[in-house]
């Protein structure tokens, strides 16, 4: 049978309606989670004390989770696709894809924790300094991993997030702490230092990503791994 015209453009729809359902389903499951999590949480005297820190940590870190799911949903869906290209490219990025996912939603996930734990908290300082360690050097082993699973042009994205992450640290905790000096405003807590390194690592990726045209879907490429 002659292949049409429309074959492709419809394969591609196809395929984008798939890539969307399981991203769908990566986010309706952390949904139940967060509702789970702030319904249980939300009655704990402990954690309906924590200030504007701890709900800025949490907000990038749940962020931070929400990436790299999306990142899993869509490697997942690589074999349902009727686009074969596409389909492809998923596979052979599929590990380093996998691993960033592992990353993103390990170094979320200590952040939410961070901002759990504490004196009189409800994660006790010593338990959560054990598991915080746990899950950033849990991060540091996929992120040298997967490292090696990229391709030049990948690499070239992630030495332009680096840099980008470190001009935004200099500029704003600089800023910050400058006029924090004057007496102008507060100085930054220990836990905003930490969700400003983890959130600008993590916008920077997203932005050199964009600027490399990572989410430039109609070409039929996929995005690269985060």
């Avoid at 990566?26 to 004390?49: C, D, I, N, P, S």
């Avoid at 290209?85 to 961070?114: F, K, N």
């Avoid at 070239?156 to 500029?171: E, H, I, K, N």
Wanted: glycine fraction near 14%; proline fraction near 4%.
């Amino acid at each position: 049978m002659m292949k049409t015209a429309t074959d492709g453009p419809t394969a591609k729809g196809r395929s984008g309606r798939v890539k969307g359902a399981f991203v769908l389903a990566a986010y309706a499951f952390l949904g139940v989670l967060v509702k789970l999590g702030g319904e249980t949480l939300g009655r704990t005297e402990e954690v309906q004390a924590g200030g504007l820190s701890e709900g800025v940590a949490r907000g990038v870190g749940l962020a931070m989770i929400a990436f790299g799911l999306t990142a899993a949903a869509l490697r997942a869906s690589a074999r349902f696709l009727d686009d074969t290209e596409e389909a492809s490219e998923l596979r052979r990025e599929g590990r380093a894809l996998l691993l960033g996912a592992g990353a993103l939603v390990a170094a979320g996930s200590s952040l939410i924790l961070l901002s759990l734990a504490g004196p009189e908290r409800l994660v006790p300082p010593a338990g959560g300094l054990a598991v915080v360690l746990l899950l950033n050097t849990l991060a540091a082993v996929f992120v040298a991993t997967r490292w090696r699973q990229l391709d030049e042009l990948n690499r070239t994205v992630a030495r332009d997030a680096g840099s980008l992450a470190s001009s935004w640290l200099f500029w704003v905790c600089g800023t910050w702490a400058t006029v924090a000096h004057l007496g102008f405003v507060g100085a930054p807590a220990p836990l905003d230092w930490v969700t400003m390194l983890s959130g600008f690592s993590f916008v920077a990726g997203l932005v050199a990503m964009a600027r490399k045209g990572g989410f430039d879907v109609p070409a039929g490429r996929s995005s690269p791994n985060s």
